[in-house]
């Protein structure tokens, strides 16, 4: 029997018209992604910052989790900010079974109830956005405007999404029927059927360092909208804004009446590998990651207890043929290229053009000129330091220098990557975009990804070189964006086609404000489920049924 709570009343409005959203595919945002005062109050972001510097060199407000045994600090911030906020490590053989303990009485509240509070956890997130904001600006080395549109608003979004999928999904099967057979001379075989959404289990959340809340939300508040219980296990460089998140849960949970230890942040000691662990335990039966491709295939293939959701990483395209603005392509494309310094798993890495040049509203253009005039555009973007940083944000990991280091050395040079100095972070480290010319020849190069400001333009026989340059290498390696410039229909079906038997999501002529390596929740897929880069799409039916069941029960009236 459905149960209701007041939770579920004070947000069915809000899920009601996320339920439309998805529906309709139109544009359509409940957390306002301006970070003004106007919108948010006039003390919001003075109070947001006070908050997330009250966690700064303290134990995390986490102290009545079960099974703590010692207290970890790992993060390390870009922006040189420091943190040595220390959290909770967990003995797994306690935590678990107690984040087991509350799922019967979760499940039995049903779809309404759970939904009803998660959209409670929602909203008094939303009311935290410019502490979470502060969190994982401090993490990430994003910009701040992005830190707080991406880690906050935009995070709910998604999470809201997810919310309204699976509600619409477990709720698709009724909760009762009556069902009654003719079984001759006059009898009825008459009984009374109940349908039960039940979880698969303790769902475990792999966060990654990039971005913590906007690609760790769907799946959280996925599996726990479903039924489920779930562990939270950070990036160890980015755990404040989930250990913020877990916190905000658990008390909602409680003040809906339900066991906060449904909600559980596992942050690892140095070195010490948690996510392989956690992954293996036969308690966890969902498991969700963002990062690469290596561990997300590990995951694939040996966590076999559970169902597993990966986002890895994946080749990038852009196809340039011909163009009717040439400056807004170049324009589009080198924003792109800057934004956080291309540490955005939709970042384009490969730009494939003609050898031969292309035909544009400015004459014809050799394929050094498209180079050129793409590293210009990022130069416009980039040359005063003090509104670059606000793009570019900061290096997230050295792994990144390190890749930026070995591109330096391959192809030959479009535009050098410059070192700058962060006028208000004197310890941050900020990289320019790096881009370098490459031939058809040189697939072992630009055959795989190089995750961050690298980009590299390659000169192709032709534009229908060029897209069999695409489908190899999205067929091999995956990809979650590609675009394409043309002014020829029959070169935008053609590689329209392509993009579908790629099973990547195509963005054509973008010249203005929309950018190939941004998506729009309640439209825009995220991933598609369909090529290597990730086995799951943010968000559809696909994402959200597989947490859950549906178990009947009948008896005769």
């Given amino acids: 029997m459905e149960n209701s709570h007041p939770m579920f009343t004070s947000h069915a409005d809000t899920l009601e018209r996320a339920l439309t959203a998805i529906a309709e595919r139109a544009y359509w945002s409940n957390y306002p992604e301006s970070p003004s005062p106007r919108i948010y109050g006039e003390h919001a972001a003075a109070e947001g910052e006070a908050a997330f510097r009250a966690y700064l060199g303290a134990d995390f407000p986490l102290k009545e989790q079960p099974g703590i ?48 509070v998660c959209l409670e956890i929602l909203a008094r997130l939303h009311r935290a956005s410019f502490e979470l904001a502060n969190a994982v600006h401090a993490t990430t080395g994003q910009a701040f405007v992005m830190a707080f549109q991406a880690g906050a608003p935009h995070a709910f979004d998604r999470a809201l999404e997810a919310v309204a999928y699976a509600y619409r999904e477990m709720t698709r099967t009724p909760a009762t029927a009556d069902w009654e057979k003719p079984a001759g001379k006059g009898q009825t075989l008459h009984m009374s059927k109940t349908f039960h959404v039940v979880p698969r289990g303790v769902a475990l959340v792999v966060g990654c360092n990039t971005f913590p809340t906007w690609n760790s939300y769907p799946g959280f508040f996925a599996s726990l909208v479903t039924g489920n219980a779930v562990i939270v296990k950070p990036h160890p460089r980015a755990v404040l804004p989930l250990a913020i998140t877990v916190k905000i849960a658990r008390e909602t949970l409680a003040d809906a009446g339900f066991d906060p230890n449904l909600v559980l942040l596992a942050a690892e000691a140095p070195g010490e590998g948690l996510a392989k662990t956690l992954a293996l335990r036969p308690e966890v039966r ?187 290498t999205v067929g091999k390696k995956g990809a979650l964006t590609a675009s394409v410039y043309s002014t020829s229909p029959d070169v935008l079906d053609a590689m329209e086609e392509a993009a579908l038997l790629a099973g990547v999501h195509l963005s054509v002529n973008l010249t203005g404000g929309v950018f190939v390596n941004q998506s729009a929740a309640f439209s825009d897929f995220h991933a598609s489920g369909a090529n290597p880069a990730a086995n799951a799409a943010l968000t559809d039916g696909a994402y959200v049924a597989g947490r859950f069941r549906v178990v009947q029960s009948r008896r005769h009236v």
């Avoid at 790992?74 to 678990?96: K, N």
């Avoid at 207890?305 to 994946?314: H, L, P, S």
């Avoid at 924003?335 to 798993?345: D, E, P, R």
């Fill in 69 to 116: 045994t010692d207290w970890v600090a790992t993060e390390s911030s870009p922006f040189g900010i420091g943190l040595d906020v220390r959290y909770p490590h967990l003995d797994l053989d306690l935590a678990l079974p107690a984040l087991a303990e509350g799922m019967a009485t979760w499940r039995a509240a049903g779809p309404q109830a759970r939904a009803g």
């Fill in 286 to 472: 969902i498991i969700d990651f963002t990062g690469s491709t290596e561990f997300g295939d590990w995951l694939e293939a040996n966590a076999r207890q559970a169902v597993v959701y990966t986002e890895k990483a994946g080749v990038n395209t852009v196809v340039v043929d011909s163009t009717d603005d040439f400056a807004g392509m170049c324009r589009n494309i080198g924003f792109s290229l800057v934004l956080y310094s291309g540490q955005m798993c939709t970042t384009p890495q490969n730009i494939l053009v003609p050898a031969g040049g292309i035909a544009t509203n400015e004459g014809h253009k050799s394929l050094d000129q498209v180079a050129q005039g793409i590293a210009d555009a990022v130069g416009r973007l980039t040359a005063d330091a003090a509104k670059g940083v606000e793009l570019t944000g900061a290096i997230v990991n050295d792994g990144v220098l390190e890749r930026l280091r070995k591109a330096a050395g391959v192809g030959e040079p479009v535009l050098e990557s410059s070192d700058v100095s962060h006028p208000a972070y004197a310890g941050a480290t900020v990289r320019t975009p790096l881009i370098r010319k490459l031939g058809a020849a040189d697939e072992q190069t630009y055959g795989t990804e190089w995750f961050g400001p690298i980009s590299f333009v390659v000169g192709t026989d032709s534009t229908p070189g060029s897209l069999r340059i695409f489908a190899d």
